[in-house]
């Protein structure tokens, strides 16, 4: 029995085979007509009466725009929902299903063979966040003051002499008779009654 050797390397890129995956990538998909949670919610639902669905990966990025990668627990029913749903009607156009190059991040954490993306990793944290991120909890006894920055001058946070007092607080200003009278009087001439307009004529 003869093995077969990689495919010859003139042949374009669809006919060079992608091994088996439990990714599907999905092209050919509505992009303008539909909003990006209602295009997740009904790939999920089709996706998912093959087996369970772990992701459903669609964005409306000019990149990304009308394709999807779905998510599948297993091989097997990665590609029972490719051989069924492969040139199936959604939203008017024919789905293009094939398995997906790389095997995606839910799968790699699942396997424990994830790696976080070396731009992720290396993010610069500058001194004022370091600052931020440090800072104490209000009310807790401020730590000595690191990075130069100074300490919190004494006596900085006191209570008001009048704001102990009952008596200070909650109080109402009586108002002026005189005030009352001349809003009563604007008042009164501001109810005045309309004049009936008869169109009876």
Do not use: C, W
């Not at 029913?77 to 040139?87: H, V, Y």
């Not at 944290?125 to 807790?140: C, E, M």
């Amino acid at each position: 029995m003869a093995t077969r050797g990689p495919p010859p390397a003139g042949l374009p890129a669809k006919v060079v085979s992608v091994p088996p995956n439990q990714t599907l990538y999905v092209t050919n998909l509505p992009s303008a007509k539909i909003q990006k949670e209602d295009l997740r919610t009904a790939l999920y639902m089709i996706f998912s009466t093959y087996g369970p669905v772990l992701d459903v990966v669609a964005l409306k990025t000019m990149a990304m725009r009308g394709q999807a990668h779905i998510v599948f627990r297993d091989i097997q029913t990665a590609t029972q929902a490719m051989r069924s749903l492969d040139g199936f009607e959604f939203f008017g156009r024919p789905m293009k299903i094939m398995y997906a190059k790389s095997k995606s991040n839910a799968i790699a954490k699942l396997d424990g063979t994830f790696k976080i993306p070396t731009s992720a990793a290396q993010v610069e944290v500058t001194d004022l966040q370091q600052s931020i991120f440090n800072a104490p909890v209000p009310g807790a006894k401020a730590p000595p003051a690191a990075h130069g920055l100074p300490s919190r001058p004494p006596g900085a946070d006191h209570v008001m002499a009048d704001a102990g007092t009952p008596d200070s607080r909650g109080v109402k200003r009586p108002r002026d008779e005189k005030e009352d009278e001349k809003e009563d009087e604007e008042e009164s001439d501001s109810d005045v009654a309309m004049e009936e307009d008869s169109d009876d004529e």
